[in-house]
C-alpha cells in the first residue's frame, strides 16, 4: 500500500510540474502540450486513488 502511495504522491508531483511548465511556456503548442499532460497526470492519479481506496476498504 505504501508504494501505492508513493506513486500516487509521485504522480501528482508531475502533474503539478506540467502545469508550472505550462503557465510559463511561451509557445502556444507547448503550452496545450504540457496542460494536456498536466491534465492526463492528474486523471492517472484520480484513478489510482480509487483504487488505493477501493483496496483500503476491503482491509
Not at 509557445?27 to 498536466?38: Q, T
Request: net charge negative.
Amino acid at each position: 500500500m505504501q508504494d501505492m502511495q508513493a506513486q500516487l504522491a509521485k504522480l501528482r508531483e508531475q502533474a503539478a510540474e506540467f502545469d508550472r511548465i505550462a503557465s510559463r511556456a511561451t509557445d502556444a503548442d507547448k503550452h496545450e502540450l504540457f496542460a494536456r499532460l498536466a491534465a492526463h497526470f492528474l486523471v492517472l492519479a484520480s484513478e489510482l486513488e480509487k483504487a488505493i481506496a477501493k483496496i483500503a476498504s476491503k482491509e
